[in-house]
């Protein structure tokens, strides 16, 4: 069964404090991580898509990273903006497609 | 991407009536997908909105208590039906596009 961890449940960070999230999996052959952001109240906003390791993908002050084990939401000089709850989801090789998702990371950045 | 609308965006409802949730994309989709989320959990799918057949369930999930429409490729409904509280939650309408799944706003749902 596909399973997909994510720490820290909450972070909080000062403005321009950089941290990471930890995103770890375990699935019967990768076909694709995903990270989304989720405002509170709004459905989730798609970020990424990471297909192998030592993949990255930037986004402004966002960088993902993707081994074979993890996945890593670097997040650098956070503004109180990017405060949200970051999900990661994988999507396994074969049948549906349908990804299994993280319970995600609440982040809080103060001004 | 696609752009999803969802419908009511949010409502406050008495146990045991029934409430269906709209969602609308603006491009035609084969993939549609409705989840739950509770407070503070994942993301839980309840169906697959097939078009032209009946809707796939997940374990857990029963199409007596969650029927769900999909008369074309742009349009869907979830209705949850004899609600308790136990079913207040937000329901998410979700499209799938090359390989990736995008999310309408939401409708968060009290049940008292």
């Known amino acids: 069964e596909d399973q997909v961890t994510q720490s820290p449940e909450a972070l909080r960070l000062q403005e321009g404090e950089s941290s990471s999230l930890n995103c770890s999996y375990t699935?019967?052959?990768?076909?694709?991580l995903f990270w989304y952001r989720q405002d509170p109240g709004k459905g989730p906003e798609f970020l990424f898509t990471l297909y192998s390791a030592g993949e990255e993908k930037e986004k402004e002050r966002l960088k993902a990273t993707l081994t074979k084990k993890e996945s890593f939401l670097h997040i650098t000089a956070p503004k109180p903006e990017d405060s949200a709850t970051y999900l990661c989801a994988v999507q396994a090789n074969g049948g549906s497609y349908i990804p299994t998702f993280g319970r995600g990371t609440s982040l809080i950045v103060h001004p | 991407s696609a752009v999803i609308s969802q419908k009511p965006s949010r409502d406050i409802c008495q146990r045991g009536t029934s409430l269906t949730i709209q969602c609308q994309v603006d491009s035609q989709v084969t993939m549609m997908f409705w989840y739950r989320q509770q407070p503070g959990q994942s993301l839980t799918l309840i169906a697959t909105?097939?078009?032209?057949?009946?809707?796939?369930?997940e374990s857990g999930f029963v199409i007596d208590k969650f029927p769900i429409s999909r008369p074309n490729l742009t349009f869907s409904t979830l209705t949850v039906s004899n609600m308790s509280p136990e079913d207040s939650s937000i329901y998410l309408c979700s499209v799938g596009l090359a390989e990736t799944q995008y999310f309408g706003p939401g409708t968060r749902l009290l049940v008292l």
């Open positions: 909105a097939n078009q032209g057949s009946e809707a796939t369930y």
């Open positions: 699935v019967s052959g990768l076909r694709g």
